[in-house]
């Protein structure tokens, strides 16, 4: 179901309405900084962490994080809190995985979100157990040689620095999968404030670099997507070199936002990556969901209240098709998506077609044009800080309340 766009004016999709209406935001303070996230799945899976790019926020990744919830992995999409250095952001991403009582993650992280992890990866290798990058970068300087005026960032009007972020984004025609997945950034960028905006920006061109990592290659799936990205080809590629032995997931299309406009197939590699990686899901811990060993079929009530069954109705309600099957073996498992008629589709890609409108101005900040189309370990921890942690995330007791998805009080 997609949000019906005038001029001027953004409707948000209807699964990420469904999404807000049962996906709680988060908010907690560590130390000085708040952080805002999303926490879905069950308590005893490790998780995984999205982290945003500069124009992202923990909404962006709102489609993995219902689907991969379903399915029984847990997921937390976070914010990218005010911070002015990379140290700083180490310590406080440290101290808020202290604070929602998670030790070993993996990380998936987009452009700069994908550049902050690898550096959390360096200096806390024994917390970090895997990583995706998408889109992202090894290196600041080409970014800060093309923003000489990072220095008064601070004191920049508002307009002035959302109109640079959004300059990276790429003007249409798109197609209207990826014109959507735009159109929904930029709502977001609409909603941060200067200073989020300047501290991100800040992040990309203070100088620093990645270190080769102790994590092994195998551990590492780069996703990258082959058309139009604001990173540019060169620095994806120092990438690819630095970790030669890393899975490749390449997209054919999907801009800088796959995540939102190739769900599908970034689900389906989530997924190869965690289970590659040991990571085992819980589907029984999932509310609602058919226990193995069940014989009778729910009843049209108790389906109504499953979460997988209500993403599912809406999906066909709305005439986009659901899911193929996933299939397992003893190495790994593959989707197979399936066709309209739901026959088995020879095309590896998941493309949801609609009908999008043609807007030629959809608010000051929005000016895409659109095309419509028929077919549619190591070493420790950093020794800045040697306290070392226990995982607390194993062994513990599973309370209503603590396996799937609770609120979690702050701490300073």
């Known amino acids: 179901m997609k949000g019906i766009k005038d001029k001027g004016t953004f409707a948000a999709p209807g699964d990420y309405i469904h999404f807000k209406s049962i996906v709680p935001l988060h908010k907690i303070p560590v130390g000085s900084k708040q952080w805002r996230y999303y926490d879905f799945g069950p308590k005893v899976v490790p998780p995984l962490i999205c982290i945003p790019g500069t124009t992202g926020s923990p909404d962006v990744y709102y489609k993995q994080v219902m689907s991969l919830s379903m399915k029984g992995y847990r997921v937390i999409s976070v914010d990218i809190p005010r911070v002015w250095n990379h140290h700083e952001w180490i310590h406080s991403f440290e101290k808020f995985l202290d604070a929602i009582n998670v030790h070993h993650i993996h990380l998936y992280g987009s452009s700069l979100g994908g550049f902050l992890a690898q550096l959390f990866a360096q200096h806390r290798p024994r917390r970090v157990k895997s990583l995706v990058l998408s889109n992202t970068f090894l290196d600041t300087r080409s970014f800060a040689a093309g923003m000489p005026w990072a220095p008064v960032l601070s004191w920049s009007p508002s307009f002035l620095v959302k109109r640079y ?46 270190a080769p990592l102790l994590l092994p290659d195998g551990s590492i799936t780069i996703m990258d997507t082959n058309d139009y990205c604001a990173i540019p080809q060169h620095l994806k590629d120092e990438v690819g ?72 109705h809406q999906e066909r309600s709305s005439g986009i098709p659901s899911q193929g099957e996933l299939k397992y073996d003893d190495k790994d498992f593959v989707e197979e998506p399936k066709d309209y008629n739901g026959a088995p589709s020879s095309d590896v890609q998941v493309i949801v077609p609609f009908i999008a409108e043609e807007s030629s101005d959809i608010g000051r900040l929005r000016g895409y044009m659109r095309e419509d189309k028929d077919d549619l370990p190591g070493d420790d921890r950093d020794p800045l800080n040697s306290n070392d942690k226990s995982d607390n995330t194993r062994n513990q007791p599973l309370g209503d309340s603590e396996s799937y998805g609770d609120t979690i009080v702050g701490v300073s």
């Open 241 to 312: 070199e630095r970790y030669p032995g890393a899975r490749r997931a390449d997209l054919k299309s999907g801009g800088d936002f796959p995540f939102l406009s190739r769900p599908d197939e970034v689900n389906l590699h989530l997924q190869l990556h965690l289970r590659r990686v040991g990571v085992e899901p819980r589907p029984d811990l999932v509310p609602g969901a058919p226990r193995i060993g069940d014989t009778a079929s729910p009843s049209g009530e108790n389906k109504r209240e499953n979460p997988s069954y209500q993403i599912r």
């Open 165 to 210: 972020v959004l300059t990276g984004i790429q003007d249409g025609p798109h197609e209207p999968f990826i014109a959507d997945s735009v159109d929904f950034v930029v709502s977001q960028v609409d909603a941060l404030s200067r200073d989020d905006l300047a501290s991100r920006l800040t992040l990309t061109v203070e100088s620093a670099s990645v």
